[in-house]
C-alpha cells in the first residue's frame, strides 16, 4: 500500500481539532484510506513530534463521531468517541500512527455496541486479538527507522489494512449510519432530530437504538458535535461576529451558543475567537 495522490498538506487543520495557533510541536501527516475500505475507514493520521524538555503540548480536539485505533511507542489502544473535550498532552519526543474510522467501523472492530466504549480505550489486543498484537509490532519496527519518511508510512498502513480486511463488509447497519452521520454532518440547516427520522424514515427510537448501538451516542450529540466544530471553523476564520455564527447555526440567541460551547471547550466563543483568529 502506497501513499497516493490524494494525501492532503501534513499542515492542514481540520475543524474538529483545536490546535493552538502557536503550537509547532508536531508535525501531521496525513494520509486517506485505500478504495477498498470506503465505508469502513477514512484515513490515517500520523503526528510526529518533539515537545522542549519540561515544557508540554496540549492537544485538544471535538471529535467526530467514529472510532479510532492507535499504535505509539508505547501504547495501542482502541478508542471510543470522546464525548466532550478529548485531550492529549505531547511530552518529550514521539509519534503516533492512528486510523480514524468511518462510523460503521467501531461495531465491527469491537465485535458489540460501541456504547461500552464511549469515552474509554481498550488495548488493541482486547479487540483484535492476534491480530492486534501483529498489527502493533509491524507498526512500531517500520515507524523506528524514520517516523516522518512516506516509507515508513506506506509499511503501517499496510500493516493496518492486513489487520482490518477481514472485518470487511460493512454490512447494512453500518452503512445506514454513515448515511446518517454524513447527512447530520454535511448540513447546517439539520439542527433537529425530527430532520433526521424524516430524511431515513426512522422512528426517533428507532434512530436512538440505531446511533446508541454503532456508535455509543445520540442523535442530538451528533446534531450539537457538528455544531460545535463548525463555530470553531467559523471563529477561526474570523469571517463572522459572535451573534451571526450563533443565528448561522440555528441556535436560538447567543446566549445559547455561548453556554454550549463554553461547557465543552472550556472557552467562551470570544475567548476562543481571541486566541485563534487571524490577527489576534
Not at 503526528?47 to 524538555?53: G, I, N, Q
Not at 466532550?84 to 467501523?105: E, I, K
Not at 507498526?139 to 515508513?152: G, I, L, Q, Y
Request: hydrophobic share 45%; aromatic share 8%.
Amino acid at each position: 500500500m502506497k501513499p497516493d495522490s490524494r494525501r492532503t498538506r501534513p499542515d492542514v487543520i481540520e475543524r474538529a481539532h483545536l490546535k493552538d495557533p502557536d503550537d509547532a510541536s508536531h508535525v501531521m501527516h496525513r494520509y486517506p484510506a485505500p478504495m477498498e475500505f470506503d465505508g469502513f475507514l477514512q484515513r490515517f493520521w500520523i503526528p510526529v513530534w518533539s515537545v522542549p524538555p519540561g515544557l508540554e503540548a496540549p492537544q485538544r480536539v471535538l471529535q467526530y463521531p467514529v472510532a479510532l485505533v492507535v499504535v505509539a511507542q508505547d501504547y495501542a489502544r482502541f478508542y471510543g468517541v470522546v464525548p466532550g473535550l478529548s485531550t492529549t498532552t505531547l511530552s518529550g519526543a514521539g509519534w503516533a500512527f492512528g486510523v480514524m474510522c468511518a462510523p460503521a467501523a467501531g461495531a465491527l472492530i469491537a465485535g458489540g455496541p460501541m456504547s461500552a466504549y464511549t469515552d474509554r480505550h481498550v488495548d488493541v489486543a482486547d479487540v483484535l486479538g492476534v491480530a492486534g498484537e501483529e498489527l502493533t509490532a509491524r507498526v512500531r519496527a517500520a515507524m523506528a527507522t524514520d517516523p516522518h519518511a512516506a516509507e515508513s508510512h506506506a509499511v503501517g498502513m499496510a500493516a493496518f489494512g492486513d489487520a482490518l480486511r477481514p472485518l470487511l463488509p460493512v454490512d447494512d447497519d453500518g452503512r445506514l449510519v454513515n448515511e446518517v452521520v454524513a447527512f447530520v454532518e454535511g448540513d447546517s440547516e439539520v439542527t433537529r432530530v425530527a430532520q433526521v427520522c424524516e430524511r431515513f424514515g426512522l422512528s426517533e427510537r428507532a434512530l436512538q437504538r440505531l446511533v446508541h448501538r454503532r456508535l455509543g451516542l445520540t442523535p442530538k450529540w451528533l446534531i450539537q458535535r457538528r455544531r460545535l466544530q463548525e463555530a470553531a471553523e467559523r471563529l477561526r476564520d474570523g469571517s463572522a461576529a459572535l451573534g451571526e455564527v450563533a443565528a448561522v447555526l440555528g441556535y436560538a440567541d447567543q446566549a445559547h451558543f455561548t453556554r454550549d460551547f463554553a461547557r465543552v471547550t472550556a472557552m467562551t466563543p470570544g475567548q476562543f475567537a481571541a486566541r485563534h483568529a487571524p490577527g489576534r
